[in-house]
């Protein structure tokens, strides 16, 4: 298993946007794998943004009345398959 963590603090507005800084935020991304599940097999999971946080990137001045909102949760699902080699 494998936990990822994130902080961004709030960021500023560029000169001369007078909006509030964009807020700060926490991310949280999570992956189990189960390595030789079968034969040569490896499967995995994982899981951006584990909590579902909402959060912003900022928008540039006079542009969009709010700031760009980012991706929530997301699935990822594999399969790693390993041949033998010949010796």
Known sequence: ANV???F???RPR???DQRDPVK?????DAT?????????????VSVS???DQ?????SPAN??????PMPGRSFLAGIRVTFPTKK
């Open 8 to 10: 961004v603090g709030k």
């Open 63 to 68: 542009s969009l009345p709010g700031d760009y």
């Open 4 to 6: 990822q963590t994130a």
């Open 54 to 58: 909402k959060y912003f990137d900022p």
């Open 32 to 44: 189990v794998t189960a390595k030789n599940f079968y034969q040569g097999l490896e499967l995995f």
């Open 14 to 16: 560029e000169a001369g």
């Open 49 to 51: 943004n584990l909590f």
């Open 24 to 28: 700060s935020f926490i991310l949280v």
